[in-house]
């Protein structure tokens, strides 16, 4: 059984339309082909590894256990340069309680990121916090989430990515969430002057 993003999204991450992909982690099915369909996005993809995943395995051949090798094993942390930008990438399970803001900042911090992106609770966010930001994509799938809603809101993971267009010193967050049917895009801009006049 594998987990495929929605159709809506499908259609939208046509190969070789950017540059990067930036994984928070969980690709744990084995021969799945997922860690290879984020390669065919873009020339550069750079994964964490997350709770679930020990490595990604890969097929060769059929699903015979005997011909599945482990392909790929991926670090608790990564650092990513991306135009002005150190962007930080971490799973988010690691930070207790999961999702708090102190707690990720912490993790922010020792990575001397300006941006810092995680996962694990699949529900999307983008929070400016202590002169940085804090970016969530959620979960493409709408993957359950194993962290409670807050607020007492719906308990229902929406389906969501998030693309980050920078240029230089400006970056344009664009989120891009399910909801009946329908792909809402929403957008946060900020620039490292900004960034860094907070501090």
Known sequence: FIVRPPRHYRRMLVPNKMQHVLCTGNLTTRGSGVYEELRNLAPNV????????????????????????PSVSFPETKVVKIGQFRIGLVHGHQSVPWGNQDALAGYRRK??????????????????????????????????????????????VVPSFILLAIQGPKVVCYVYELRNDNVEVSKTEFSKNELESTV
Do not use: F, W
């Open 46 to 69: 750079h994964c964490v590894a997350g709770d679930m995943d020990d490595a990604v395995m890969a097929t060769k051949g059929d699903d015979n256990a005997a011909s599945q090798q």
């Open 111 to 156: 990575l001397g990121a300006d941006i810092l992106i995680s996962g694990h609770t699949h529900r999307n966010e983008v929070t400016p916090y202590d002169g940085h930001y804090h970016i969530n994509p959620g979960s493409i799938t709408g993957a359950y989430s194993p962290c409670p809603s807050p607020n007492g809101a719906d308990s229902r």
